[in-house]
């Protein structure tokens, strides 16, 4: 018998290190979820038994197709960051700068990072919502924010679902099919929901935040996540980070390749 901890990579090897003492010390400990070269040592000498690694050993198979953007040599036209850095959500961090300001990562960038979410009403950017006095609670989110020229909200919104699209097939590709639906810019699982998102501008960039629900504890409407769904949210996060900075890239290589028409 063993006991697994997971997702290792979300709760992290300190947390992991003071909760091993009160657990029987006859039973193998194995870490997962999250797990890799970088990070796996600080597991071990956390004291786990076993560590298990899963995606991080894939490569693609031989003759399978390359991903969108390498296909073509198309360089990236923004940076991405998955931070390790928990950070508590709260709607002020919609706003130009706050990335380069929190991260010394400027212009067109996009940044993942996990923590609660708590959303207060006044904070709060869609005026429908506001006007209703909802607010975003969740005990733990992935959060997604991407600051882009121009600003441009009929862009911005376009980019905004094309986020949420991307998050939809990634789940679908680690088995979340049943019940998975995408109504605009959420996703639902069954009657559950699992996305919050939000696009907007400044007065010289567009913002996008995209939240996945985690753990979606004290959430005011029926929720579920990534936990419960039995996704890692590193995983996720490395995945929505590339695949968004492709189509970014690819989208600027289109509109370089063409003419224009009479």
């Known amino acids: 018998d063993m006991v697994r901890i997971y997702p ?19 039973v193998p400990i194995v ?7 970088s990070n796996a040592g600080n597991f071990l000498k956390a ?16 003759g399978a197709a390359p991903d ?21 959500y709260d709607g002020t961090q919609l706003r130009s700068g706050w990335i380069e300001q929190r991260f010394g ?30 607010t975003i609670i969740a005990a733990q989110m992935l959060h997604l924010i991407a600051e882009q020229e121009p600003p441009d909200i009929s862009v911005a919104v376009l980019r905004q679902r094309l986020l949420v699209a991307l998050t939809a097939e ?17 996703i639902f699982i069954a009657e559950r929901k699992l996305t919050v998102s939000i696009a907007t501008t400044s007065p010289t960039t567009g913002l996008i935040h995209l939240g996945t ?15 419960e769904l039995g996704v890692d949210s590193a995983d996720l996060a490395t995945a929505l980070l ?9 989208a600027a290589h289109a509109q370089g390749k063409v003419r224009t028409v009479p």
């Open 8 to 26: 290792a990579h979300h709760l992290g090897p300190a947390y992991i290190a003071h909760l091993l003492p009160h657990l029987p010390q006859q």
């Open 31 to 37: 870490a997962g979820g999250g797990i890799n070269t």
């Open 47 to 62: 004291g786990v038994s076993v560590i298990a690694v899963g995606r991080a050993l894939i490569r693609p198979r031989p």
């Open 68 to 88: 969108r953007g390498r296909r073509a040599g198309i360089k990236p036209v923004m940076q991405s960051l998955l931070s390790e850095e928990a950070i508590t």
């Open 105 to 134: 990562i400027s212009g067109d960038a996009v940044v993942a990072f996990l923590g609660p979410c708590k959303v207060l009403t006044e904070h709060l950017v869609d005026r429908e919502d506001q006007r209703a006095g909802a």
């Open 170 to 186: 990634l789940l679908h590709q680690r088995g979340v099919g049943e019940g998975l639906r995408r109504y605009g810019d959420d």
């Open 213 to 227: 629900n985690v753990d979606p504890t004290g959430a005011p409407v029926p929720a579920i996540g990534l936990v």
């Open 242 to 250: 590339d695949a968004y900075v492709e189509e970014m890239a690819g």
